[in-house]
């Protein structure tokens, strides 16, 4: 198993660009969760899933929009970037049955100029 | 809302010393609570659980007990290593209105000098 892999590792992108982080899990796990990690603010959650074609919003969430058509992949989309999204963001799946117990990727830091 | 506070780092130890890092809590409920490591350019691992109060969590030499009457979980360590230089995070899981998630505190740096 691979484990929880996000891609790209670093991006660089200016003020209006758009794109997307992604994440994919080999575990078969249905619970998938989104966070940006910034100095001083510890881990926040922009969105989740709880299996596919169900997500939610997490506690921020504005500026960020999601999908889970698969079980395994759970993307997450910038449509208009702003430097205040400079992050370091952080993919996680929590195993069945497993509360709260979160895998996470190695994350993706993005740069908003 | 659920909150988490942590001390603030940097903690800088010598090798061998004794390690405390506070946490302490604010929650609806009776939530479960969380340490992760974070080790430089990599993401968050479980580092020990606990589950209802007076529960104990440890592993790797750490340990954390689930104390509901001071809302605590503070983590120790008998004898620190340079290896675990790392940032430590302290975490509550929610279950509300369907999400798994976890509330975090904002992180402590520790420093292990040989």
């Known amino acids: 198993n691979a484990g929880v892999t996000q891609t790209p590792k670093f991006q660089v992108l200016k003020t209006g660009q758009s794109m997307t982080l992604q994440c994919a899990q080999d575990?078969?796990?249905?619970?998938m969760s989104w966070y940006r990690q910034d100095p001083g603010m510890g881990l926040r959650l922009i969105h989740y899933?709880?299996?596919?074609?169900?997500?939610d919003q997490g506690e921020v969430p504005n500026g960020y929009n999601v999908s889970r058509s698969t079980t395994e992949d759970f993307p997450l989309r910038l449509l208009s970037a702003a430097p205040s999204q400079t992050s370091v963001y952080f993919c996680?799946?929590?195993?069945?049955?497993?509360?709260?117990?979160?895998?996470f990727g190695a994350g993706t830091r993005l740069s908003v100029l | 809302g659920d909150s988490v506070t942590q001390m603030e780092g940097p903690v800088t130890l010598s090798e061998e010393a004794f390690l405390t890092i506070n946490c302490t809590y604010t929650?609806?409920?009776?939530?479960?609570l969380f340490w992760y490591v974070q080790y430089p350019g990599e993401g968050l691992q479980l580092l020990l659980k606990a589950t209802k109060a007076d529960d104990k969590g440890s592993n790797k030499g750490f340990e954390a007990t689930y104390r509901k009457e001071t809302t605590s979980f503070h983590l120790e360590k008998g004898s620190v290593q340079v290896s675990d230089s790392a940032v430590y995070f302290c975490?509550?899981?929610?279950?509300?209105?369907?999400?798994?998630?976890?509330?975090f505190g904002k992180g402590t740096h520790l420093i292990i000098q040989p």
């Open positions: 996680a799946s929590t195993p069945p049955g497993t509360k709260n117990i979160q895998y």
């Open positions: 899933s709880v299996g596919a074609g169900i997500t």
């Open positions: 929650a609806t409920g009776y939530p479960s």
């Open positions: 975490a509550l899981g929610t279950s509300g209105g369907g999400a798994d998630g976890l509330t």
């Open positions: 575990m078969n796990h249905e619970y």
